[in-house]
């Protein structure tokens, strides 16, 4: 929002410089983005000066040389514009003399482009007759002049006007304000045009009036220019400039149309399907029952509150027009711009909140300028109420304001801001009663009027003080552990954490999750995040895709996060909601490289086998179990579920040749997801006296059917090995032309030690037979002898 400081101080002109004005503005909440100067920044002095004589350039066809008289100086001045002319009135730059094509030139006449005042290059800026030759052109242009850019927050549209702003100046100042006076204006004629709200709970309230005999050809005036100009606005035309004009002065959008080309009365009803209508942006959109709808007869003319249609427009031809000052309710405009991929003026303020009781006002006003400027006479203007809001008092108690501000605010102090505010209130006790106004939709609560204390008063003189507390030391829970001690386990194995956002693409959820109905939300950001994630996985993928696209080679990341499940008997938790369960997971992604530029041995890529490593790292002293399965985001022989005790706890694998070709990945990364609750929890530790005597260790090789799981074997040794045994790895898995094809070779590596003697060869090779024996029984293992 762009405030030009001249029209601002119109309303309200306090003793500050207009730096000081948007520090003060900034500290308040309203932060001034930009200060910046009018027109471009150039170097000498601008005077207004008058062409005496034009000649053509000896040495150029395109340019003349012209003698220009400034103040008491005559001078020499080379010019390009075509529309220079002897006794025009034009700017002049003294920036010293250059010469141009072989003749001097003392200055430069400028355009309106040169001088920053608008994009306009075809030719001299002309000034008006009046002007006095040698005067200062910046105060005769109104260079001196700066404009606030405005960085509002959503809940502040009362100060998306120059009305709303000054109301904030003359709180924040204690200055008295200006308001413009608006006058009804009396009825010439009783022409009017029917209005029908046929959806109250879109538009609460129609106000319109019937102006004919208007001039729509007249231009609009060089002020009106300048000011629509410096607030952002491209003048268009008077009727159209008028309706712009006063909804930067008052917040007051409005809609002029003409009169001629509506069918019949105006209905503000909701869409149908499949209507359509043509916009003034010349975007052809489809409306639907979501989408509140202008008609006529003829159908749909206009987006209620977002857009006039092109079949309604004024244009230079217009002759009676139908002015609209309507309230749009914001839940009724919130969105459906953005659905059609575009905003407006309009959209923007109504799905914020729009002053309801300034309707009239803002028709008064508008027929004002229309009159002045195109001429015409005016019809009554009619006003439909169909349902407004209902603004509720807020209570405020000066104790409750006193505790969060932090400083001991006397209640006539307190009092003082709400009348800068201008906001009605009553005072029982402690206790105020305040009635919000029609413009500020964001006054709703205790909190809010707080604020409002804060602000005023000044945050800046609110003291800072630091709280004071005990340190108390906490005792750690020994079987518990945080995320933070998983994050930093993951980091010191060279992964880097991600945070994405939980909202991601529909195609990610089939894809990664195998899930057809994730939660979809009501008004995505984006159409490519538009429903919640049920797996990190899809996140992951995209992270490595975008390090990928930016050349690095080695990449390690994860995430820790929540998904969103829908789970009917989800309703407990601080987090809770109805029908859905938002669990925390951990997950991580590895790509490239084992290992970071090892020169002593081969390079080879990261793999199932890396990953299990660093999440059994991870997870440590917790142990892990893993079994082959299927999992819609991983090569179906190349991935396992993981157990913690029991209960399956997430899954690991190597991503799906499907999804590489689809994301168009080099190779194959490696994941894995898991729960993270199950990994928070830790053994409790028990005390284990070390053997001082030496262990003994046993390789033995056994060849089992093609399907047993090696998980099984392990699962089943530790169930019934014998006392000294104390630890049975796996060396090495083979297949071969030695073994029928439906045999594999398991090898491991058993150790054996006592506590209270030494083993001898008898003990440790009986502790290996046992072994053999419980394997060939439960699994028809066979001993290998070669």
């Known amino acids: 929002m762009n405030i030009p400081e001249s029209w601002l101080r119109i309303f309200c002109n306090p003793k500050l410089s207009g730096q000081q004005l948007a520090d003060k503005l900034t500290m308040a909440g309203i932060e001034v983005e930009a200060y910046t100067p009018v027109g471009a920044q150039i170097a000498g002095d601008l005077v207004v000066a008058e062409v005496l004589s034009v000649e053509k350039h000896p040495n150029a066809d395109k340019l003349t040389v012209c003698r220009v008289k400034a103040g008491k100086e005559t001078v020499q001045v080379v010019c390009g514009a075509p529309n220079v002319h002897a006794g025009m009135k034009a700017v002049l730059a003294k920036i010293g003399t250059k010469a141009v094509r072989g003749i001097d030139s003392q200055g430069m006449l400028a355009s309106a482009r040169e001088l920053g005042l608008s994009d306009d290059h075809s030719g001299l800026l002309e000034l008006p007759a009046d002007a006095k030759p040698g005067a200062d052109a910046r105060k005769a242009l ?53 209005v029908r709200i046929s959806a109250p709970e879109g538009c609460g309230r129609f106000a319109g009036r019937v102006i004919r005999g208007v001039d729509a050809a007249a231009p609009t005036p060089d002020w009106m220019k300048q000011r629509l100009e410096r607030a952002g606005q491209r003048p268009i035309s008077a009727l159209v400039d008028v309706t712009n004009y006063v909804m930067l002065e008052l917040g007051r959008p409005l809609h002029v149309y003409d009169l001629d080309r ?60 139908f002015l609209e000052s309507a309230f749009f309710w914001p839940d009724a405009i919130q969105g459906r ?35 002045d400027l195109c001429g015409g006479e005016p019809g009554p203007t009619t006003d439909k109420v169909a349902r407004l809001p209902k603004r509720k008092p807020v209570r405020m108690r000066a104790a409750r304001a006193q505790k969060i501000i932090g400083i001991p605010l006397a209640v006539k102090e307190i009092a003082a801001v709400f009348r800068r505010l201008s906001l009605p209130f009553s005072l029982k006790g402690e206790i105020f009663t305040v009635q919000p106004p029609s413009y500020r939709f964001d006054l709703q609560i205790e909190e809010d009027l707080i604020e409002e204390v804060a602000r005023i008063h000044g945050f800046e003189r609110i003291a800072a003080q630091p709280p004071r507390a005990a340190a108390v030391m906490q005792p750690a829970p020994e ?31 089939g894809d990664f999750a195998g899930e057809a109905n994730p939660i979809r939300l009501l008004n995505p950001i984006a159409s490519q995040q538009s429903v919640m994630r049920t797996s990190l996985v899809g996140s992951l993928v995209a992270n490595l895709r ?17 998904v969103f499940l829908r789970d009917p008997a989800a309703a407990d938790g601080p987090l809770a909601v109805q029908g859905v369960r938002q669990p925390m997971r951990i997950a ?24 299990k490593g660093d999440l059994e790292a991870l997870c440590a002293p917790l142990e892990l179990r893993f079994e082959p399965a299927q999992h819609p985001a991983f090569h179906p022989g190349r991935t396992a579920r993981v157990l913690a005790g029991e209960a399956p706890a997430g899954w690991l694998g190597e991503l799906h040749p499907r999804w590489l070709r689809k994301y168009e990945l080099p190779q194959a990364p490696v994941l894995f997801e898991l729960d993270a609750e199950p990994l928070l929890g830790l053994p409790t530790p028990h005390p284990r006296v070390p053997s001082r005597f030496p262990p ?15 998980q099984g074997v392990l699962d089943a040794i530790q169930a019934e090995k014998p006392p000294i045994v104390q630890k049975v790895a796996l060396l090495s898995v083979y297949r071969g032309s030695e073994l029928p094809p439906d045999r594999k ?31 060939g029984k439960k699994f028809s293992a066979k001993l290998r002898t070669s």
Not at 482 to 495: D, P, V
Not at 546 to 562: C, D, Q, S, W
Not at 588 to 611: H, K, N, S, V
Not at 759 to 770: G, S, Y
């Open 142 to 194: 109104g260079l001196d002049d700066h404009v606030m850019t405005l960085k509002l927050t959503p809940n502040r549209a009362d100060c998306l006007s120059v009305l709303g702003v000054a109301r904030e100046v003359a709180a924040l100042t204690n200055t008295k304000i200006s308001a413009v006076k608006i006058k009804p204006i009396p009825a010439a004629s009783k022409a009017t045009h029917p």
């Open 262 to 321: 509506l069918k019949g009365p105006i209905d503000v009803r909701w869409g149908r399907k499949g209507e359509k209508v043509l916009l003034l942006n010349e975007q052809e959109v489809e409306v639907d029952p979501a989408v509140l709808c202008i008609t006529d007869d003829s159908g749909v003319i206009g987006l209620g509150g977002i857009m006039g249609g092109e079949s309604t427009k004024a244009d230079a031809a217009t002759k009676n027009v």
């Open 337 to 371: 711009a953005r659905r059609y991929n575009f905003s407006s003026d309009a959209s923007h303020r109504f799905e914020r909140g729009v002053d309801f009781a300034n309707n009239v006002d803002g028709i008064e006003r508008a027929t004002r300028l229309i009159l």
């Open 479 to 509: 079987g518990k552990r945080s995320l933070h001690a998983l994050r930093e386990s993951l980091a010191g194995r060279e992964y880097r954490e991600v945070i994405n956002f939980s909202f991601v693409e529909p195609a990610w959820e």
């Open 546 to 562: 975008y390090n990928l696209a930016r050349k690095v080679p080695r990449i390690r990341v994860f995430e820790v996060g929540r």
């Open 588 to 611: 991580a992604a590895a790509y490239g490289p084992a290992t970071a530029g090892d020169w002593g041995a081969p390079e080879r890529p990261a793999d199932f086998f890396d990953l």
């Open 696 to 710: 003994a260790v046993r390789d033995i090789s056994l060849d089992f059917p093609q399907d047993t799981p090696v």
């Open 745 to 775: 070779s398991l090898a491991f590596r058993v150790v054996m030690q006592d506590t209270e003697r030494t083993l001898t060869d008898a003990d440790a090779d009986a502790a290996r037979d046992t072994l053999v024996a419980l394997l």
